[in-house]
Every structure is written in structure tokens, then in C-alpha cells.
């Protein structure tokens, strides 16, 4: 099977654009995560989403948004970047939601200008 | 909400010590995962733990899941070079909680 595939993979940006990031998951797999990586903050949990819903988001600002089709590929925006946005976006994908291990792609390197 | 603390941040080993990093949850976790982070790479699973007390092995690795459900622990006997990275631990609550990650423990081995 291939694995969890993301992207692009590196992408710069300038302060007050928006971006979009592509996940594709596992082949059947129905869950992806979105978390968000940086040096200070480790690895923060942005939201999940199985069979297109939300099921859990974590606590970041409304700047950031996230979607999921309906064959489970799925994206997140994050709109009127900032500074502190520069990160790694990982995404991972489970066969079963909330039982299952996570299985990363290699992530987008986001950087703001 | 729910706190996964992990230490040490930092440990740096000759190669042959051992070297563990603990993990401690807020809450009552229904389960707790490992996940190793090689350089430039991303997280990779290692293990899941769901029973109170529950110790698992892969090869020179032990994983310890305390009897209350609430701490772990990882323990590599006899390091090697190619356990450089971070290893990071993650505690699921109860029912769809979202997954927790520690900050990680960064390990690197001198030969």
C-alpha cells in the first residue's frame, strides 16, 4: 500500500496570504489528523476529520480551517498568515478512528516571510 | 484539557548506555502510543499500550504503561547509533478524544 502522501512539500509565503495543504490518506483509510509542528510547541493537534466531519479540532484560531472529500483526501487552509504560522504539517491518517495508530505523511514545510 | 508531560527534553548517550524517557498524562488515558521522529523525518509508530500495567518489547526496547493508566514509559537497552532522534509519546483519553503528544525526548548516541 502506499503510504500518506502531502502536498506540496515545502512552500513560502508572505504574511497576510493564504495557503492550502493536500493530504491523501492510506487506502481506506476514513480518518486524517492535521497536526502542526514547530521546535517550542512540539506537535499540536489542529483537527480529525472521518467520513468527511469534523470529529475533533484543537485550539487554534478560526484562521485555520480544514475539509475532508469524499474519497478521504483531505486539505486544511490557513488564511492571513502570520509569522508564527511557519512550521511542519503533518498529516496521518487511521484505519479506525480514535483506536488506531497514526500513520504520518512527510509533511509540508511551511515557511512566512 | 488534557497534558502529556514527557522528560527528559534532551539526553545524549556513548553508544552501549541505556536511556529511557518517561511520560506522564494529566488524565486517565484509554490508551498511550510511541512514535519516533528520525532528523528531517517524520513520526513513525512504534507501539500502543491499553492495558493498566502492560509492558511490551521489541528487541531492545521496553514500553511500560503505569498501573494507572496515567504514565509511561521507554526504555532502550544498549543504544545504538541508529536510535538517534526524538522519541515522542501520545495519550488518547476516553471515547473520540483527540491524541496527545509529549514534547519529546531527543536522544543522540555517540559512537
Known amino acids: 500500500k502506499a503510504g500518506v502522501t502531502q502536498t506540496p512539500r515545502y512552500l513560502i509565503k508572505t504574511r497576510g496570504q493564504q495557503v492550502t495543504l493536500s493530504c491523501s490518506p492510506i487506502s481506506g483509510h476514513r480518518s486524517v489528523s492535521w497536526y502542526q509542528q514547530t521546535p517550542g510547541q512540539g506537535l499540536q493537534f489542529l483537527f480529525e476529520y472521518f467520513s468527511e466531519t469534523q470529529r475533533n479540532k484543537g485550539n487554534f484560531p478560526g484562521r485555520f480551517s480544514g475539509r475532508q472529500f469524499s474519497n478521504s483526501r483531505s486539505e486544511m487552509n490557513v488564511s492571513t498568515l502570520e509569522l508564527g504560522d511557519s512550521a511542519l504539517y503533518l498529516c496521518?491518517?487511521?484505519?479506525?478512528?480514535?483506536?488506531?495508530?497514526?500513520?504520518f505523511g512527510p509533511g509540508t514545510r511551511l515557511t512566512v516571510l | 484539557g488534557q497534558q502529556v508531560m514527557q522528560i527528559p527534553q534532551y539526553q545524549h548517550v556513548q553508544e552501549g548506555e541505556d536511556f529511557t524517557t518517561y511520560c506522564n498524562s494529566s488524565?486517565?488515558?484509554?490508551?498511550i502510543q510511541w512514535y519516533k521522529q528520525r532528523p528531517g523525518g517524520h513520526p513513525v509508530f512504534l507501539i500502543q499500550l491499553v492495558k493498566s500495567g502492560e509492558v511490551k518489547k521489541q528487541k531492545r526496547l521496553t514500553f511500560q504503561f503505569g498501573e494507572a493508566k496515567k504514565n509511561s514509559s521507554l526504555h532502550i537497552t544498549a543504544t545504538q547509533t541508529t536510535d538517534v532522534g526524538t522519541y515522542f509519546c501520545?495519550?488518547?483519553?476516553?471515547?473520540?478524544?483527540?491524541?496527545?503528544f509529549g514534547k519529546g525526548t531527543m536522544l543522540l548516541v555517540s559512537p
Open positions: 496521518a491518517s487511521n484505519g479506525q478512528a480514535s483506536t488506531d495508530t497514526q500513520y
Open positions: 501520545a495519550g488518547r483519553g476516553q471515547g473520540y478524544s483527540t491524541l496527545t
Open positions: 488524565t486517565t488515558l484509554s490508551n
